[in-house]
Nanobody
Framework: QVHLVESGGGLVQAGGSLRLSCAAS????????MGWFRQAPGKEREIVAA????????YYADSVKGRFTISRDNAKNAVYLQMNSLKPDDTAVYYC???????????????????WGQGTQVTVSS
């Protein structure tokens, strides 16, 4: 069975850091572009960051540029999101997703992603 599992969420004070992990199994996810998304209560799901199959191309939403870093370890079939200088506005459920149709280009549209994890809650207190 193919699936993605996120971990690393939790409660942190503003200014703090968290590192999210996404473990992939059942398929060689190292062949695909990957993304991190988030959804806050009452808001639509939005892209946070994305990374190409080889890790060379990345994308960051303007709201997280300079604070978040996406990376991947293809040998471990894993993708990470390092989040620094967290703000209360970063509070959301964070999801990782796999894009089976693209490898070396980074796609930001939610509809282009084929498989989603169950999400991990990140709460930033002020």
């Amino acid at each position: 069975q193919v699936h993605l599992v996120e971990s690393g969420g939790g409660l942190v004070q503003a200014g703090g850091s968290l590192r999210l992990s996404c473990a992939a199994s059942g398929r060689t996810f190292s062949n695909y572009a990957m993304g991190w998304f988030r959804q806050a209560p009452g808001k639509e799901r939005e892209i946070v960051a994305a990374i190409s199959q080889n890790g060379i191309s990345t994308y960051y939403a303007d709201s997280v540029k300079g604070r978040f870093t996406i990376s991947r370890d293809n040998a471990k079939n894993a993708v990470y999101l390092q989040m620094n200088s967290l703000k209360p506005d970063d509070t959301a459920v964070y999801y990782c997703a796999a894009d089976f149709r693209h490898r070396l280009v980074v796609i930001t549209a939610l509809g282009e992603y084929d498989l989603w994890g169950q999400g991990t809650q990140v709460t930033v207190s002020s």
